[in-house]
Every structure is written in structure tokens, then in C-alpha cells.
């Protein structure tokens, strides 16, 4: 799959409607970096400026005539609008115009389909798709999402709907619905796997940390910086780079810190506004891990003049997936492409950049602080016949002081809430 960046770029009209959008100028630059994302390019821009969309082509008639003619001198033949359209919107305007159009969640959903690597990355992109043509078979982008597929698949299993007949269609209608049906099975059992991962992990006892925010903000390059520092020396660094998505999957690691304290660590999918509903939905066991987490770190491009839309979108999207009142930590990142100084405190803001060690160090001050809170220190009197008990908390804890009595081994050490329930026994009072 290699071959997704030698595609030539393609160039591509991108189109708004002004007045229906909050913000219409960061949704319209945000709209450029979701084409360029897709491997177009942003040729000609075209704003129309209504109360309301035409229920029947979107754009006014006068525009949409105006298009067509912009279209047809400057040779373009896609046309990506910022807001998403009816099927029958779709297929007027591509009627009209001759355009291929290309609504926001279509074009999200196809650039998940070309990011997507792990299976379950590619089965949740695959339902969402779905769900999204099963309305929208006579429509261009229908036949997109089907071509990358197929690609995906090894080639061959992409078909075309446009122009067929109504046969034709139902029965695209029931293959949808049964490769649906399908995808879901193929999910529900993967997730029984994580589910019994999850429950491991839970099992231990150990705080989950989850790192959020938009797209492209530094989230994977700020957890490799950590796990660098903490994670076990085989710990694999998870894919970072300069394009939006380019996380797809969640990975979680271990850090352990000079101390013994121990935490989990997850890495997620981006976020961008308006995240389609199905992708969300799709994406619900991935985005589970920011969900359950004890702790947030929002990651924030501060270098980005529209950090804070990006902010707004990071909140909103939290809230869809149901996260609620869950502490946050606000890490302004990539310091070095701007004036401030670095790294720098305040309650819970830092600025830092996520490859400077003193940053990492900074973050990690706070992320203890926040999520080692309910530790307590007990001192505890292991016989030596436990002595499994002892060299568990010599690995998992933090050990203050070591005494070796004649009837055991007496620790004063620092527990976690399950490891202070489960040596409750051994409690006594120092003498
Ligand atoms: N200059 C600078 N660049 C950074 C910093 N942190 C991350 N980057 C760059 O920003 C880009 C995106 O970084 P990632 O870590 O992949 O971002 P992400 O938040 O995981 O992105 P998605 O997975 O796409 O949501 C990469 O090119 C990084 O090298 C930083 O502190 N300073
Ligand atoms: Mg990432």
C-alpha cells in the first residue's frame, strides 16, 4: 500500500457555504489540510454566502451554473465541499455540474480507508464506509470508497453503481448490508480479545494515562519521548509523523519510573471537527482507552495559530465519546517553533516540546503528581516465608525503608489502592 503516495496529486475545487458555519475561515483552512491529507490540492475556492443550503443542490442555482463553468475552464473534476450534503443533494449537484463531489465525511472516510493499517483499523473504517454508501450508491464517492476497497483487498473488488438499474442497486443494497452485518462479526470477535486484555491490565491495578487532542498535534512523538525514557528497553516506538491521521490505531506502554511507579500509557486516533458520526462510533472500542483513563494529557500544537479552535474540537469530540470529568492535563506542545519559553508550569499548563528531555521531565512531574495521588505508605511485616511478597514490592513499589527483624522483613513502602488492599494483612505499626 506503498503506492498511496505515488499517486499524483489531484487538483481539486474546494467549496463552502459562509454563513451556515461558525468560523467558516478555520473550517474552510481546516478543509484544506483534510484535501491535501487525501492527496489533493486545493486549486480553486469557491464561498457562497446563505442563510440556509439549497435543500435541492446544496448551492444556489446561479452558483451552481457559476461552478460548473469554473469548473469546466480551470479542468477540474472534483469538487470537495466543507459540510455535509443529502444523497440527493449529491446527486443533483454531480448531475448539474458534472463534478465528482466529495462531501466532509466522505472525504474523512476516505482518507481513514488509506490510513488504516491494523485489522481492526481497517474493519472499523470499513462499517463506517459502509454505512455511509448504503444511501449514496448512485453517487461518485460511493464508487470511491468501493474502488479503495477493492484496492485494499488486492484489487478486484471494487464494482460500479452509477447507471445501473434498480436491480442492480438492490442488490448493491443487500451485499452492503450483509458485508456490514459481516465487518461487525469480524470486530465483536477481535474485541474479545482486548476486552480480556483490558480486564489484565485493570487487574494490575495500574493508573491509565491517555494522551488526546487534534490531529498532527504531537501526541505519538511526545509518548515515544516517554517511553524512551520509561518504558522497557524493548518497547517499540509507535509511528509519528507530519500528516494528519497518522495514528489510526491505540498502542499503550508501561512506563516505570525511577521509583518503581508504574502507569499505562495510551496513544490514539487525532481528532478534527466533526468527526463523522459513524467513524466515531466505529472507532468507540479504540477511543475507549481515553475514555477509561484516570488522566487526560490534551496535546495542543501551540506552534498552530488555531490552536485554540483546535481546543474547542478536542473538548467537543471528548464529550461525543463520552468523557466525562476526567482530569486533564493541557501540554502545549512544539514550544521550539515559537517565542516561549520552555518548558514551563502553570497549574495544569506546560508549554514544552515534545523531543527536549527537560519537557519530558517537566510532564512527567505533573503526570505523577496527578495520578499517584492516592498512594498511601504503610509499613508492612512480611515473614520470611513470604518472601515472594517481598520481591514483588521490591519490582512493583516504592520501597522507603527496609528493615530485617527477627520474625521478617519490615518495609515502609508506598502502595498503590489494590496493592494496599491486597497486603493489608502485613500492616503493622512501626515500633
Ligand atoms: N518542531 C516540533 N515538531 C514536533 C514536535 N512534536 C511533534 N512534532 C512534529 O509534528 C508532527 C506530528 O507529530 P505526531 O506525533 O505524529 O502527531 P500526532 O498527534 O500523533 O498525530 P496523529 O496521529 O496524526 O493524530 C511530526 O512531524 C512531528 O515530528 C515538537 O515539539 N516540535
Ligand atoms: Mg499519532
Redesign the pocket.
Known amino acids: 500500500m506503498a503506492k498511496i503516495n505515488a499517486q499524483p496529486i489531484q487538483d481539486v475545487i474546494i467549496a463552502g457555504m459562509s454563513k451556515t458555519v461558525a468560523n467558516y475561515d478555520y473550517a474552510m483552512a481546516e478543509l484544506e489540510a483534510l484535501v491535501e491529507a487525501n492527496h489533493m490540492h486545493a486549486a480553486l475556492r469557491i464561498d457562497q454566502g446563505l442563510e440556509k443550503p439549497n435543500p435541492a443542490t446544496f448551492f444556489g442555482k446561479g452558483k451552481v451554473t457559476e461552478i460548473k463553468a469554473d469548473a469546466e475552464a480551470n479542468d477540474l473534476h472534483i469538487m470537495v465541499i466543507n459540510a455535509d450534503l443529502t444523497p440527493s443533494q449529491v446527486r443533483n449537484l454531480e448531475e448539474q455540474t458534472g463534478l465528482d463531489i466529495i462531501d466532509r465525511t466522505g472525504l474523512i472516510l476516505e482518507i481513514f480507508g488509506n490510513r488504516a493499517r491494523s485489522k481492526e483499523a481497517k474493519l472499523q473504517v470499513k462499517i463506517a464506509q459502509l454505512q455511509y454508501q448504503l444511501p449514496r450508491l448512485r453517487t461518485s464517492i460511493s464508487n470511491r470508497l468501493d474502488q479503495q476497497a477493492g484496492a485494499a483487498a488486492g484489487g478486484g473488488g471494487g464494482y460500479t453503481n452509477r447507471g445501473s438499474g434498480e436491480t442492480q442497486l438492490e442488490l448493491n443494497r443487500r451485499t452492503i448490508q450483509d458485508r456490514i452485518s459481516h465487518a461487525k462479526h469480524e470486530l465483536k470477535e477481535l474485541n474479545k480479545d482486548e476486552q480480556v486484555r483490558r480486564a489484565q491490565r485493570d487487574k494490575a491495578g495500574l493508573p491509565n494515562v491517555a494522551?488526546v487532542?487534534?490531529?498532527?498535534?504531537?501526541?505519538?512523538?511526545?509518548?515515544?519521548g516517554l517511553v524512551r525514557l520509561f518504558g522497557k528497553g524493548d518497547d517499540k516506538q509507535?509511528?509519528?509523523?507530519?500528516?494528519?491521521?497518522?495514528?489510526?490505531d491505540t498502542s499503550i506502554r508501561q512506563l516505570t519510573f525511577p521509583d518503581n511507579k508504574q502507569l499505562l500509557l495510551s496513544?490514539t486516533?487525532?481528532f478534527v471537527s466533526d468527526l463523522p458520526h459513524n467513524l466515531i462510533n466505529a472507532f468507540r472500542s479504540t477511543l475507549s482507552e481515553a475514555a477509561n483513563a484516570d488522566l487526560l494529557i490534551q496535546?495542543i500544537?501551540y506552534?498552530d495559530p488555531h490552536y485554540k479552535e483546535m481546543m474547542a474540537t478536542t473538548e467537543k469530540t471528548l464529550k461525543e465519546i463520552g468523557v466525562h470529568d476526567v482530569p486533564m492535563i493541557y501540554a502545549f506542545?512544539?514550544?521550539?517553533?515559537t517565542e516561549a519559553n520552555y518548558p514551563n508550569q502553570q497549574d495544569d499548563q506546560l508549554i514544552?516540546?515534545?523531543?527536549?528531555e527537560a519537557?519530558l521531565q517537566a510532564l512527567t512531574k505533573m503526570i505523577k503528581e496527578q495520578v499517584f495521588q492516592g498512594y498511601v505508605t504503610n509499613t508492612l511485616l512480611i515473614p520470611f516465608s513470604d518472601g515472594d511478597v517481598v520481591a514483588y514490592l521490591n519490582d512493583h513499589a516504592n520501597i522507603l525503608k527496609t528493615d530485617y527483624l527477627a520474625t521478617g522483613t519490615q518495609l515502609t513502602v508506598e502502595l498503590n489502592a489494590v496493592d494496599a488492599q491486597r497486603f493489608a494483612n502485613y500492616v503493622v505499626t512501626p515500633a
Open positions: 494522551l487532542g487534534y490531529t498532527n498535534s504531537g501526541k505519538s512523538t511526545t509518548m515515544n509507535v509511528f509519528e509523523k507530519n500528516m494528519l491521521f497518522a495514528t489510526l496513544d486516533v487525532g496535546v500544537d506552534a506542545n512544539k514550544a521550539d517553533l514544552y516540546a515534545a523531543r527536549d519537557s
